[in-house]
């Protein structure tokens, strides 16, 4: 197969790849020229007849070049992020304020013009809804007040009340018509596990020994939690799906810190049933796992039925998508650090991720959340990059022809 080259204009020397670029002045929009969309009725279901760049790219079917967006892409990276956050300081209040949410989700849209579009907002926002209430301290973060050890303490649950989660809903509906199909908009939850990782040590923890322990000492009443958890999460899911999010993620945040046996035991299970039940309702939105310390978990991760497996920096693009196969989408995995690096080292490493990954179901992300102090500039030429780049379509074609030899 011959490469083409991608230029050397973004600051990178040129380097094989096997795709090449485009004019970035045909791929980028001014934020000051955006308008916004009118105020119109449109059909929001399980399924969109024109599918955004990234639902593309997460249903494995032929792009143009992979779609790009970051974990915790807005943010206090943004100086007008920290602006809005010195008026409202209260992070509850930002992440469950129709207004201010969908105002802080589309401030990297209106900057650097991802290819999807997340919702502002935390795994923990649906905890009130189902009988959880939580804090979050300046110092300690989020806090429990009532954590759940005990059969009587399972009382407190409920199914969860979508009428109480009414802001997510409202702006989910709004940022779909803000951004049209120029962009995926993406809604997530925390999955199972995780999520029982705060009721059960009331808030966060480096140790994990409360849980881990009630893993032994009390596995039906955890495994009745992990089944309420299951149920709410998957009704949260198919709640934002219909209020207009084009793909959702599941962030197993703390399934790394179980051995993967255990893992297997105590978070995949519940994994598979959300999706199964999503997948009844809404069998055309992509789904999106990912777990942080993933390297020894990617294969069980695609037994749990997802599209697309996330992988965090620590993992080898090349060698995640050797052990996942070609059958199954990827994302990520730039180190966020590299956005501290110097341009052209950047460019390079966007470069050797997507060459690693191949020119069919890859969506290009960090391997983490973007780090506070991220300069803006970096991200914009994250995207800048990404934008200009263009798969040599007869990578695509020998992709499709190699599916067909028996």
Not at 217 to 235: E, F, K, M, V
């Amino acid at each position: 197969m011959s490469f083409s080259y991608l230029t050397s204009s973004l600051g990178s020397s040129s380097v094989p790849l096997g795709f090449h670029s485009n004019s970035l002045t045909e791929a980028l929009l001014s934020s000051s020229r955006r308008k916004k969309l009118a105020f119109r009725k449109f059909n929001v279901s399980c399924s969109s007849s024109s599918d955004p760049l990234l639902v593309k790219a997460a249903k494995g079917h032929p792009v143009t070049r992979p779609p790009a967006w970051m974990m915790r892409q807005a943010g206090r990276y943004m100086a007008v992020y920290r602006k809005l956050a010195e008026k409202h300081p209260s992070f509850r209040e930002r992440s469950e304020t129709t207004d201010l949410i969908v105002q802080i989700s589309l401030q990297p849209w209106e900057a650097f013009r991802p290819d999807g579009v997340i919702i502002f907002s935390d795994i923990l926002t649906p905890l009130p809804a189902f009988g959880v209430p939580f804090d979050i301290e300046e110092v300690r973060g989020p806090v429990i007040q009532s954590p759940i050890h005990s059969e009587e303490q399972l009382k407190a649950l409920h199914p969860i009340d979508l009428e109480k989660l009414q802001f997510v809903g409202d702006s989910l509906k709004i940022l779909r018509k803000e951004v049209g199909e120029h962009a995926a908009v993406l809604g997530f939850v925390g999955a199972p596990w995780t999520i029982a990782t705060y009721i059960v040590e009331g808030g966060t923890t480096r140790t994990y020994t409360s849980i881990k322990s009630m893993c032994h000492t009390a596995p039906n009443i955890l495994r009745t939690l992990l089944s309420h958890l299951t149920q709410a999460i998957s009704d949260y899911i198919i709640y934002q799906v219909e209020s207009g999010a084009h793909c959702i993620q599941i962030f197993d945040s703390w399934g790394g810190q179980l051995p993967p046996h255990m893992w297997e035991q105590w978070s995949e299970p519940y994994i598979k049933e959300i999706v199964s039940l999503v997948r009844a309702k809404c069998p055309e939105t992509p789904i999106v796992l990912y777990i942080n310390g993933n390297g020894g978990l990617l294969e069980r991760m695609k037994g749990t039925g997802v599209d697309v497996i996330g992988l965090d920096w620590t993992v080898d693009m090349a060698d995640g998508r050797k052990r996942l196969g070609n059958d199954i989408s990827v994302q990520g995995n730039v180190d966020p650090a590299y956005l501290f690096s110097p341009l052209p080292a950047l460019t390079d490493e966007i470069q050797r991720v997507v060459k690693c990954a191949g020119p069919r179901g890859h969506i290009l992300n960090l391997g983490h959340g973007v780090l506070v102090g991220t300069p803006e500039e970096a991200v914009a030429h994250f995207f800048d990059v990404v934008k200009s780049l263009n798969y040599d379509s007869s990578q695509n074609h020998a992709l499709e022809e190699s599916k067909l030899v028996v």
